[in-house]
């Protein structure tokens, strides 16, 4: 069950990314999240870790988001405050040991545009997906890429990106990271050289075979109708 993508010309769009719609690559990468994960409330170190964000930066945008009304302030629980990672914390508490109330942040789904905002980002990740091709046919030859999973709304199935060629592996790797950073979430990703695609695909491999049967997106495909 595929469906195939005609992304727009890469030549044309191969720059685009999702902070020239907001002015602010931190708080484009926010909302994307925020829409991405409605339902989950984050607290601010969090943030900076997933959107690879400076500290200050991050709280800057969020204040902006919460003034708007975009963005939810919630109270959560107390906790020590957050020291360096590799610095331990006794969870008896000791003397001199800072408490804080932590600070979460969610979307505000009751926003007057949230949905027509969700439903811009859904649309600008059509460029974003048009970057993703550039940029891993940047790295070498591309012979299919496809998206399913979460992507295609089939979260059973085990991957979100199948991707085959002649890429190196650590290169896949960072354009991915990359990727997950511009849709504020984590991907699970599958990369296969064609060779090995191509022989899984002939002895009926039934975790290619769930992933090629299952509804998918294909952006790349120059392997053929039979996939």
């Known amino acids: 069950m595929a469906t195939l993508i005609n992304l727009p010309a890469a030549q044309n769009v191969p720059d685009f990314r999702i902070e020239q719609l907001f002015g602010s690559k931190t708080r484009a990468r926010l909302l994307s999240l925020f829409f991405e994960n409605p339902e989950r409330a984050f607290y601010v ?21 919460v003034d708007l009304g975009m963005v939810l302030e919630v109270e959560g629980k107390i906790l020590p405050t957050e020291r360096e990672a590799e610095e331990p914390v006794d969870p008896k508490g000791k003397e001199g040991q800072k408490f804080e109330k932590k600070k979460y942040y969610q979307a505000q789904v009751s926003f007057p545009l949230f949905v027509d905002l969700r439903n811009v980002m859904k649309k600008a990740a059509v460029l974003m997906n048009n970057r993703l091709v550039h940029d891993l046919g940047a790295k070498g030859k591309l012979e299919l890429l496809l998206l399913t999973g979460r992507f295609s709304e089939h979260p059973t199935v085990a991957t ?4 085959v060629g002649d890429q190196d592996v650590k290169l896949v790797a960072d354009v991915i990271k990359a990727f997950e950073t511009d849709i504020g979430r984590e991907v699970n990703y599958t990369f296969m050289p064609k060779d090995e695609f191509l022989y899984r695909r002939e002895v009926g491999d039934r975790f290619l075979a769930s992933i090629l049967e299952a509804k998918n997106i294909v952006l790349v495909n120059k392997l053929g109708s039979s996939v």
């Not at 969090?46 to 204040?63: C, F, G, H, P």
């Not at 979100?160 to 991707?163: E, T």
Request: aromatic share 0%; hydrophobic share 40%.
């Open 45 to 65: 170190r969090e943030l900076t870790r997933r959107i690879d964000a400076q500290l200050n930066s991050v709280r800057r945008e969020l204040k902006n988001l």
């Open 160 to 163: 979100d990106v199948l991707i």
